[in-house]
């Protein structure tokens, strides 16, 4: 393992909450009894409170059904112009009929998937998000495993799903954590299909439904994604802004009203803005640190992270930060562009904050018998092995 030498930063401000962990949070509290507050670019947590208890996701529980989709569509295996029939079961359980949220999808009626996207993301369709499940997989219960099989590729341990609506079932549960990473996911892998979740109304059937988002309209630079409620819950809701080219993402759960869901967000977002800036260490594309090479035709190849680095800092007091590049190595030539082989480690005085994954920002081709014996040479003599 290789560990370059500490880059201190001077940074006339404190880094506040830590990335990877969490750490103490300044005094700050809320009505809900499930929350965390990520910022996007980083992950960094700025608040969270029982953020890894288990919850009924109600209507959250639709934004994993998106993210299915929304993959197999960049990958071909979907395209927003399949039509999905409506079945009774959809039909009953979702439509106007159960008396929940529906986009009113007509018994029988075949309808295009785009659509059934909108009806399920901005008017929270029941039916819309069961004909998905039965159009992909048959029925709900099948498609619920597809749904727990990529919950689990993308790294939401902690949630189960049970069916495609949050309609209420005893083994349905998530935690907001896993709900805020699933929307960074989201907004980071699929950001033209992320659009719909700001989109303020969708007709079908002749009926116009706002979307449920309380946030929208709220001037903070609110652009999705999904509330939820069930009796067994309370009101929830995972959300996302942007102000001066920062982006929040909030997850709640348990409020009492959709008042208080709308004033606790508000709070929450309005604090993350107030409280804590972003800080660019690194710019796109600028070379963080160099990694040795063996056996290629240069001795070193330079690292970048993928993106600009950046971390979240509080407005007030003083910071110690310092940064690491670490390594296994050396890297045995040949070696690829955009290789990830190593992670920056960005610490505020004693304490690690944030975990950068570094990529190789050239390729170092295999070297010649005369170089590749000199590197052994120089293994032999300073055990770089």
């Not at 049970?162 to 989201?186: F, K, S």
């Not at 009492?256 to 800080?279: H, N, T, Y």
Request: aromatic share 8%; charged share 20%.
């Amino acid at each position: 393992m290789h560990i370059l030498a500490l880059m201190r930063i001077a940074v006339g401000l404190a880094v506040g909450l830590a990335a990877v962990p969490a750490v103490a949070q300044p005094a700050f509290d809320t009505k809900a009894k499930h929350a965390i507050l990520m910022d996007y670019d980083s992950g960094t947590v700025l608040f969270e409170k029982a953020a890894d208890e288990p919850t009924p996701p109600a209507s959250m529980a639709k934004m994993m059904v998106a993210e299915y989709v929304f993959n197999a569509l960049k990958h071909g295996r979907l395209s927003l112009d399949d039509e999905f029939t409506v079945s009774e079961h959809a039909w009953r359980t979702g439509g106007a009929a159960s008396g929940g949220s529906t986009m009113f999808a007509q018994l029988n009626s075949r309808i295009r998937l785009e659509d059934l996207l909108r009806g399920m993301i901005v008017q929270s369709g029941n039916d819309a998000a069961i004909v998905i499940a039965e159009g992909i997989a048959g029925s709900e219960f099948a498609f619920s495993d597809l749904l727990n099989k990529r919950a689990k590729e993308i790294g939401l341990e902690n949630s189960t799903f049970r069916n495609a609506t949050g309609l209420p079932d005893p083994e349905q549960r998530v935690t907001v954590r896993d709900l805020a990473m699933l929307a960074r996911h989201i907004i980071r892998e699929y950001p033209d299909l992320y659009k719909m979740f700001a989109e303020p109304e969708f007709t079908w059937n002749k009926i116009t439904q706002r979307n449920r988002n309380p946030l929208l309209n709220e001037g903070i630079g609110a652009d999705g994604l999904k509330t939820g409620y069930i009796a067994e819950a309370g009101y929830g809701l995972t959300a996302s802004a942007v102000a001066n080219t920062q982006r929040l993402i909030l997850s709640m759960n348990g409020l009492s009203s959709p008042r208080e869901r709308e004033q606790e967000a508000r709070k929450l977002m309005e604090w993350g803005f107030r409280s804590f800036r972003q800080v660019t260490l690194f710019e796109p594309d600028e070379v963080v640190a160099e990694a040795s090479v063996y056996g290629g035709v240069q001795g070193r190849v330079p690292l970048k992270a993928e993106g600009a680095v950046r971390v979240l800092v509080a407005r007030s007091g003083e910071s110690d930060l310092k940064a690491q590049a670490v390594y296994t190595g050396p890297l045995m030539a040949p070696v690829a562009a955009n290789q990830e082989v190593g992670t920056l480690k960005i610490w505020n005085g004693d304490q690690l904050i944030q975990e950068t994954p570094l990529h190789t920002a050239g390729d170092v081709g295999r070297g010649s018998l005369h170089q590749r014996a000199f590197d052994a040479l120089g293994e032999l003599l300073l055990g770089w092995l």
